[in-house]
Each structure stands twice: as structure tokens, then as C-alpha cells.
């Protein structure tokens, strides 16, 4: 199965940044977007980021100006660069990605984990 692994998260002071990975693994024939989501507890899974095949961004406004999402193809891997942090980005992150597997064509739908952003003073 596809694989997803997410790194990056931790604790961090409001002003300050931080870059997200995730990497993908497995019988992987292309992917068609990749997107990162966050859930603070109490709230429901939100949108952060998502970037598709042909490069098309998108972001929740709350993150807009400050957010970027970026690919790596070669390495399979998604990032999350994270600018100017807030306390309301506190939240657990994780990575999706979607596309189709090899050598069948059928099509996938992975999570990762998720990786855990703090932002305090």
C-alpha cells in the first residue's frame, strides 16, 4: 500500500517558521494531488493546503500570504512551509495524497499519521 510519512512538527513561539514533509512510499504510478489538513481538538478536519498534478495551490484563508505548499516529484514528497505562526495553527497536521498504484491503475487515498505543531509563548 501507499504510505505517507509526516515530519517537521513541533513546538514553536508566534512570529517564528517552520517546514512540514511528507514523503510518500510504494507501488505508487502517479499521483494526482497531494494536500496537508490540520485538526485543532474540539474542531472539525479542515483544508490547509493543496497542490495538484498540474500545479494548481490552494489554501484555507486563514493561511493565505503566510502558507506555501510545494512538491518534490522525483522524491514523491509534499511540504508545507509555514511563515509568521499563530496560536490558532496549533493542530494535529497530516499529509493526504491521492492518485493511482502500479501496475494495476487502481486508485489510492493515504493518510499519514499526522505530526504536531504547537504554537505558544
Known amino acids: 500500500q501507499v504510505r505517507l510519512v509526516e515530519s517537521g512538527g513541533g513546538l514553536h513561539h508566534p512570529g517564528e517558521s517552520l517546514t512540514l514533509s511528507c514523503a510518500a512510499s510504494g507501488p505508487i504510478y502517479s499521483i494526482h494531488v497531494m494536500g496537508w489538513y490540520r485538526q485543532a481538538p474540539g474542531t472539525q478536519r479542515e483544508l490547509v493546503a493543496a497542490?495538484?498534478?498540474?500545479?494548481?495551490?490552494s489554501y484555507a484563508d486563514s493561511v493565505k500570504g503566510r502558507f506555501t505548499i510545494s512538491r518534490d516529484d522525483a522524491k514523491n514528497t509534499a511540504y508545507l512551509q509555514m511563515n509568521s505562526l499563530k496560536p490558532e495553527d496549533t493542530a494535529m497536521y497530516y499529509c493526504?495524497?491521492?492518485?493511482?498504484?502500479?501496475?494495476?491503475?487502481?486508485?489510492?487515498?493515504?493518510w499519514g499519521q499526522g505530526t504536531q505543531v504547537t504554537v505558544s509563548s
Open positions: 497542490i495538484t498534478h498540474d500545479d494548481i495551490r
Open positions: 493526504n495524497v491521492q492518485g493511482f498504484t502500479y501496475p494495476t491503475g487502481d486508485e489510492f487515498d493515504s
